[in-house]
């Protein structure tokens, strides 16, 4: 059938829901109202009171579902934007993460949390960063990032069924794009696995949630090859996968929705160079977005954006140069 | 452990146990700042001499399936519940006798089998862990109630509204219990809150609410044990502001020089192990010799854990990479 993905996210969460009396559903308007992104429509029909919703509330709720998981239940939260976890964060990465830990491993916390992440909405600065950042270096979480319908549903089962707390950002541009697909156990996808979803031998091209598109539309419009990893869990991230590619293809460009201080490819990169160095043929490269905050226009927005013709720009200095020709911004002269 | 740990829960069903307990308690926290004072603890430790009744009447009145969440002051309330003076003050120095085996700390004691949660180093954490702990236990159809323990200093912080207000919409039995000692670390709370009676607070989320007289453990007890009854029966919360004070200052060697004077006096005649003490000696249940060898006895106790957790050996180097994650194992 063809799916948006946010009705995977609800087919998803549906099915652990049917296998699993003790998970639950909280957020705004995540009942009645199927949620603002509508990725919980249908469950509070089929679930009643199972699914609630809360007040705006963010550090109450997080904080009650942190209590909740540890006592029997499998919270899946809602945070509408991801930045609306700002409010909440503690509950987060200092009491859900760390309760396993503080507890003598007597004590587990299967909490998700999903938040709409991402730009290309026109939601301006506050309502469209990724923040990836904010979670990745915090022991006891996970954190996933589908890209697909086919991923939103494998992923979203998969961290509802694992014993940790997991946040699974979903790319919120990706919530209206359709795919053919026949969701079932089959197609759960695994935390902390990634998946190469093209081949090829010139370089690497590693892309998470929206990037991933971007990726692959790099590689199927350039005259070099590559594979495309999908990496789809970012911690922890899969590095048997990439370091089997990249010592194939001895070039690696990373492309992150994210500003490029404190970027996750920044960890992956740095892993690369550790431990491939001698399969290196040129420097790793990494297309991020500019240090500022996320531009409301949509000129701006497309820009600020990751885009394939970027990423073919980069590889292509890479295997006709072996060196990086620089981020768009600081090749373009730009006055402010 | 869990078992030692119930044994000693049901030791409180006896007043005399809860005297017991109440000077185990104040006997550990001595001993935890003699250490401190010689160097054995790193970091901070945050005692609660003069609060012991609030920790042993609360424990007193609950289930051992009901859960708790408490603060980092949180020494008192884990020996009530069940833990050991070996649990508590082997976590306190950081060796493999503590609750968790030495990588919590003071602030980082746990033992789920008696309700308690690893307790919070962030003010008012706990306050919405506990409404969700609650409906946690709730959802496997017995009526255990969580109580979120807090100071009066947490009331300011958002965590502690939203608690409130999410607890009172979905109706879950929490009961709230304000432990107001009038210091939020060194600052009193006419320098940061508006008033002192902090069960008003309630109000603005139409919460049944009362302040009880935290120092006299009988009728404490009490009324706690009416308030978790009632959450416990109409599954709905309550809260509780418990007056009491601290006789030492909020951490470490922090003498309280910001004190008003003559408060840590008046709060002295009202030490909590001398009211139970006394009302026992005139109720003919003890005599004064008993109550000194009883005292004795449990001093004599803590001092052979301080023993023990002194002989006791640090966590091994594996203890730093157990129990992060679910696939980290033990």
């Known amino acids: 059938m063809l799916l948006r993905m946010n009705q995977a996210v609800a087919l998803g969460i549906r099915d652990e829901m049917r296998a699993d009396p003790s998970v639950v559903v909280w957020g705004e308007d995540v009942a009645e109202a199927g949620g603002v992104f509508k990725a919980t429509v249908g469950l509070h029909e089929e679930f009643g009171d199972r699914v609630r919703d809360t007040p705006i509330s963010e550090m109450g709720f997080l904080g009650a579902a942190v209590g909740a998981a540890a006592t029997g239940l499998r919270p899946v939260v809602e945070i509408m934007f991801i930045e609306f976890l700002g409010v909440a964060l503690d509950q987060l990465v200092t009491e859900a993460a760390l309760f396993r830990y503080l507890s003598g491993g007597e004590i587990s916390v299967p909490l998700v949390v999903r938040g709409s992440a991402g730009a290309g909405g026109g939601f301006g600065a506050q309502h469209s960063q990724t923040l990836e950042r904010w979670m990745v270096g915090s022991p006891g979480l996970k954190l996933a990032v589908p890209s697909s319908s086919r991923t939103a549903y494998g992923l979203i089962r998969s961290a509802i069924r694992d014993d940790d707390p997991v946040v699974v950002l979903e790319p919120r541009a990706l919530y209206g794009e359709r795919e053919d697909i026949e969701p079932s156990d089959a197609d759960i996808v695994p935390l902390g696995k990634a998946e190469l979803v093209a081949e090829g031998s010139d370089v690497t091209l590693i892309g998470l949630g929206s990037t991933v598109a971007t990726a692959r539309a790099a590689a199927e419009s350039a005259d070099w090859s590559a594979d495309v990893i999908d990496l789809l869990t970012l911690q922890p991230w899969d ?49 991020t977005t500019p240090d500022v905050p996320v531009p409301f226009a949509p000129e701006l927005e497309e820009k600020f954006l990751p885009r394939a013709e970027e990423v073919v720009a980069q590889v292509n200095g890479l295997v006709d140069d072996k060196r990086s020709i620089g981020p768009w911004w600081e090749r373009e002269t730009v006055t402010v | 452990m869990s078992e030692l740990a ?37 970091g901070s430790t945050h005692t609660c001499q003069g609060q012991e009744a609030v920790s042993v009447a609360l424990a007193s009145v609950l289930r051992p399936d009901d859960v708790v969440t408490c603060t980092y002051r949180g020494h008192g309330h884990a020996l009530a519940l069940g833990l050991t003076p070996v649990e508590v003050m082997g976590e306190v120095l950081g060796r493999s006798s503590g609750s968790i085996g030495g990588v919590g700390g003071s602030m980082h ?26 409906i946690g236990r709730r959802s496997t159809g017995n009526d255990a109630i969580a109580v979120a323990a807090f100071g009066d200093g947490a009331t300011n912080i958002g965590a502690f509204h939203e608690a409130l207000n999410l607890a009172q919409v979905w109706k879950v039995p929490v009961v709230f219990l304000c432990e ?91 030490d909590p192990i001398e009211i139970l003490s006394n009302r026992l000696i005139a109720e003919g249940v003890l005599d004064a010799e008993q109550v ?11 001092e052979l854990a301080v023993d023990e957790v002194k002989a006791s050996p640090p966590p091994p180097l594996s203890a730093m990479f157990a129990n992060v994650t679910a696939e980290a194992g033990v």
């Open chain 2, 6 to 42: 119930l044994s000693r829960r049901k030791a409180l069903d006896d007043r005399v146990g809860q005297l017991r307990r109440m000077i185990e308690i104040r006997r550990t926290e001595e001993n935890i700042q003699a250490m401190f004072a010689a160097g054995l603890v790193k």
């Open chain 2, 180 to 270: 107001n000692n009038l210091y939020g670390e060194y600052s009193r709370i006419d320098r940061t809150t508006p008033f002192e009676d902090l069960y008003r607070r309630a109000a603005a989320y139409d919460m049944p609410a009362r302040a009880v007289d935290g120092q006299d453990v009988d009728s404490l007890a009490e009324e706690l044990s009416r308030e978790v009854d009632a959450a416990r029966s109409t599954s709905s919360p309550r809260f509780v502001e418990v007056k009491t004070y601290r006789f030492v200052g909020h951490s470490r060697s922090d003498t309280a020089p910001y004190r008003r004077p003559g408060e840590l006096d008046e709060w002295l005649k009202r």
């Open chain 1, 239 to 287: 590095r048997e996968a990439v370091f089997a590619s990249v010592s194939k293809t001895g070039r690696l460009v990373i492309v992150e929705e994210n500003p490029r201080a404190g970027g996750w490819g920044a960890d992956i990169a740095a892993a690369v160079a550790e431990e491939l160095f001698d399969d290196l043929v040129a420097p790793i490269v990494r297309v």
């Open chain 2, 292 to 302: 000194k060898a009883l005292d004795a006895e449990v001093t004599r106790e803590v």
């Open chain 2, 109 to 134: 004691l746990s033992n789920p089998s008696v309700g308690l949660l690893p307790t919070f180093a962030i003010v008012g954490a706990g306050i919405p862990v506990a409404v969700g702990a609650a």
